[in-house]
């Protein structure tokens, strides 16, 4: 059974960083690129990351520049380090698996991915 179980989420000031993980379990780690997502009460879920089993990273247009995302091979672990919050960051971060051929790059869309975790809030104070 695959699970995603991310934790590190919280309450942060504005400007402030926050580093999120994801463990995951039941896959073959290296065969899955995997994702985060987030989502805003009242809006609709919104790409942050990506990261192919083979390093090849993408980010969502709302973040680039603030935040990095790595993985962790031998601990089935990815982070996401995010510096310079807004209060428009707050939201539930998910982290999605999808497994994918050495080719291919990491959807940006949410519905691509196979499994997801359950979420961990961040909140930004202004």
């Known amino acids: 059974q695959v699970q995603l179980v991310e934790s590190g989420g919280g309450l942060v000031q504005a400007g402030g960083s926050l580093r999120l993980s994801c463990a995951a379990s039941?896959?073959?780690?290296?065969?899955?690129?995997m994702g985060w997502f987030r989502q805003a009460p009242g809006k609709e879920r919104e790409f942050v990351a990506a990261?192919?089993?083979?390093?090849?990273?993408s980010y969502g247009d709302s973040v680039k520049g603030r935040l990095t995302i790595t993985r962790d091979n031998a601990k089935t672990t990815i982070y996401v380090q995010m510096a310079s919050l807004k209060p428009e960051d707050t939201a539930v971060y998910f982290c999605?698996?999808?497994?994918?051929?050495?080719?291919?790059?990491?959807?940006?869309?949410?519905?691509?991915?196979?499994?997801w975790g359950q979420g961990t809030q961040v909140t930004v104070s202004s």
């Open positions: 999605a698996a999808v497994r994918l051929e050495v080719s291919q790059i990491p959807p940006r869309t949410g519905v691509s991915y196979d499994y």
């Open positions: 990261i192919s089993a083979y390093d090849y990273i």
């Open positions: 039941g896959l073959t780690f290296s065969r899955y690129a």
